[in-house]
């Protein structure tokens, strides 16, 4: 059975960090690109960054320079490190993997997880 089980979001203040982590089940993070997507209240679901474990990084302009994915392939987690957290960051977080085996597509979604930026 697949699962992706989020965890790390919390309440923290403007400028602070967070790390998130994507513990996944029942595939291999290994075959699949790893994303991190975010939904504000009242906005649509948005793209934050991706990574393999072969090293490809691409990030949302919004976040470049202040997010960081990395995927640890021995435990199948993927991490959003969050640094200069602002209140424009506050969101669900989602992550996502995608790819391709034997010509079939696959996608996952984990359930989210809340991240709150005071000012």
């Known amino acids: 059975q697949v699962q992706l089980v989020e965890s790390g979001g919390d309440l923290v203040q403007y400028g602070g960090s967070l790390r998130l982590s994507c513990t996944c089940s029942?595939?291999?993070?290994?075959?699949?690109?790893m994303s991190w997507y975010r939904q504000a209240p009242g906005k649509e679901r948005e793209w934050v960054a991706s990574?393999?474990?072969?090293?490809?990084?691409n990030y949302a302009d919004s976040v470049k320079d202040r997010f960081g994915i990395s995927i640890d392939h021995n435990n199948n987690i993927a991490y959003l490190q969050m640094n200069s957290l602002k209140p424009e960051d506050t969101a669900i977080y989602y992550c996502?993997?995608?790819?391709?085996?034997?010509?079939?597509?696959?996608?996952?979604w984990g359930q989210g997880t809340q991240v709150t930026v005071s000012s």
């Open positions: 029942g595939f291999t993070v290994h075959n699949y690109v």
């Open positions: 990574g393999t474990v072969g090293g490809r990084r």
């Open positions: 996502n993997a995608k790819g391709t085996l034997y010509g079939v597509a696959y996608e996952y």
